[in-house]
């Protein structure tokens, strides 16, 4: 880590970003670097490759996060590039690429595990897969450059952490993330706002598609594991886009009896976006790096170029046999 807060010392301007369809880690763990950096008098901005969900209107994300594919303003040179919540740079093209021309440096602070097929990240990222969180790894860095915490860092990193927990559901050793939530709300005086922003903001009309949707849910194993397919048919009858399935999964696992769990959504033809769940029985990151994707020990994802049928029997294969041997 020092030799990145060696890095930003001697940076006078920062540009903050995040991977492409930012979430809740992403953007608090940049949101939250952005107000510290500011507070050291550092020139910084944040950029994003496209427009950030709705759902993020709390954080004040329109005053302080612009997107380059809706804007025209150019990106100006910059001595370093912070990314956060990816160590892939396909995952902010066509920003990445514009970076490389502007910025001294580039940076990735991330949690993930680096891809073995995928891009090697820059040799000054900062790779924490131990972080439950890449907001943990950003707090770090406030902690080590010595920055205060006040309520808009607080605020930030606090959602970083508990949406990418899903308030510490998907952790294996939350004392650490515990530990730094209890001293965000010494400054967040209503976490459960934020929880309220993060997971109880639904409308009706997203509870009548999920309801469809569970007609649609195939069991197996004894109903210890399940898959849902999320058909562009069934958002458009419904009204809703893909962002609106996005926490689905995380819905579907609260069925007692689940050990896990994979929603496949389709993107466009022969294209799927999976997302898979474990509670904790076994890991199901490696079906999704099976499939090139990536993500944490018990919530993991990919994006395919495959017959439904093929990604089908893939995760059944896989899941069952997980399943088998975590008996």
């Known amino acids: 880590m020092q030799k990145l807060i060696a890095k930003i010392k001697q940076a006078n301007s920062i540009l903050l970003s995040t991977h492409r369809q930012c979430d809740g880690d992403g953007l608090g763990a940049q949101l939250g670097l952005f107000h ?11 950029v994003n490759v496209d427009a950030t969900p709705k759902k993020y209107d709390y954080l004040n994300t329109a005053k302080f996060i612009q997107y380059y594919e809706g ?12 990314i956060l919540d990816t160590n892939d740079k396909r995952l902010i093209s066509p920003l990445y690429e514009e970076l490389e021309k502007k910025c001294t440096s580039i940076a990735f602070i991330d949690h993930h595990p680096i891809l073995d097929e995928g891009p090697a990240p820059t040799a000054d990222s900062l790779i924490e897969t131990k972080a439950a969180s890449t907001g943990e790894i950003a707090f770090a860095i406030i902690k080590s ?5 006040d309520a808009q860092i607080a605020r930030a990193i606090y959602t970083s952490i508990v949406f990418d ?5 998907y952790v294996r050793n939350s004392a650490q993330s515990h530990l730094i939530a209890a001293e965000l709300l010494s400054y967040e005086k209503d976490p459960a706002e934020v929880h309220k922003f993060l997971f109880a903001n639904h409308k009706v009309e997203k509870f009548k598609f999920l309801a469809s949707l569970l007609d649609q849910m195939v069991y197996f194993a004894d109903k210890k594991l399940a898959i849902l397919k999320i058909k562009q048919s069934d958002l458009t009858a419904h009204g809703m886009v893909p962002e609106d399935s996005r926490d689905i999964i995380d819905l579907i696992m609260n ?4 050990s896990a769990a994979a929603v496949i959504l389709e993107t466009h033809n022969r294209h799927y976006k999976i997302s898979i769940r474990s509670k904790g029985a076994f890991e199901v990151r490696a079906i999704a790096e099976s499939f090139g994707g990536g993500g944490h020990m018990y919530a993991a994802g990919a994006t395919v170029d495959l017959p439904y049928e093929k990604v089908h029997a893939v995760i059944v294969e896989q899941l069952t046999q997980l399943l088998k041997h975590s008996a």
């Open 165 to 169: 927990t899903q308030l510490f559901r």
């Open 71 to 82: 804007s025209h303003e150019p990106i100006e040179p910059t001595d370093l590039a912070l």
């Open 255 to 258: 069925v007692e009896s689940l």
């Open 36 to 46: 510290a950096f500011r507070k050291i008098n550092k020139k910084v901005r944040c």
């Open 145 to 149: 450059l010595q920055i205060g915490l």
